[in-house]
T-cell receptor, first 116, second 112 residues
């Protein structure tokens, strides 16, 4: 199966600082990656769709200036939480789409962000 | 917009009992996918159903896709402690097949 690696798995940062989360597809090229946010005991909320070489598409209500997404290559997408605040604390998960032939999502391990 | 609803939200069972979670979409789906997320882990793909009325089995797990392709179910026979986790169904969005809409999930706990 397709392997997606996400790093770091957890991070603690101070309010006002920025945090970068990486999502890599290890054994396939992902033209599209997705970033989700998950609150405790809740479902996955799609934040944005990241397309290689183009601007990300953000879901309604997600601040694009706060959650910067870069998809510079076919195997790497990054999410930067800028000027983090305690309310940004959450579990962030990426997933990669292998293409039209396989529609299932392959998820990274997730990043637990705590802003203090 | 498209909504995917799942019930129950929580289910506590004794080991050996059966378990079922139900998924309903507000729109017809081209396919339905099921994922399992263990506590502290990330969602892992279980299966995809595509055809109307399709039934697939994975050992003790039975997945069904409704005739109208708007609902689905996951049934686990004789649960084990290893079945603990949250089960999500997901369907592709009408406007973008690559984007998935996830149900709220059913959190299963199994008492040994």
């Amino acid at each position: 199966g397709a392997v997606v690696s996400q790093h770091p798995s957890w991070v603690i940062c101070k309010s006002g600082t920025s945090v970068k989360i990486e999502c890599r597809s290890l054994d396939f090229q992902a033209t599209t990656m997705f970033w989700y946010r998950q609150f405790p005991k809740k479902s996955l909320m799609l934040m944005a769709t990241s397309n290689e070489g183009s601007k990300a598409t953000y879901e309604q209500g997600v601040e694009k200036d706060k959650f910067l997404i870069n998809h510079a290559s076919l195997t790497l997408s990054t999410l930067t939480v800028t000027s983090a605040h305690p309310e940004d604390s959450s579990f962030y998960i990426c997933s990669a789409w292998t293409g039209a032939l396989r529609t299932e999502a392959f998820f990274g391990q997730g990043t637990r962000l705590t802003v203090v | 917009g498209q909504q995917v609803m799942q019930i129950p939200q929580y289910q506590h069972v004794q080991e050996g009992e059966d378990f079922t979670t139900y998924c309903n979409s507000s729109t017809t789906l081209s396919n339905i996918q099921w994922y399992k997320q263990r506590p502290g882990g990330h969602p892992v793909f279980l299966i995809q159903l595509v055809k109307s009325g399709e039934v697939k089995k994975q050992k003790r797990l039975t997945f069904q896709f409704g005739e109208a392709k708007k609902n689905s179910s996951l049934h686990i026979t004789a649960t084990q402690t290893t079945d603990v986790g949250t089960y999500f169904c997901a369907g592709p969005r009408e406007t973008s097949g690559s984007r998935l809409t996830f149900g709220e999930g059913t959190q299963l706990t199994v008492n040994p």
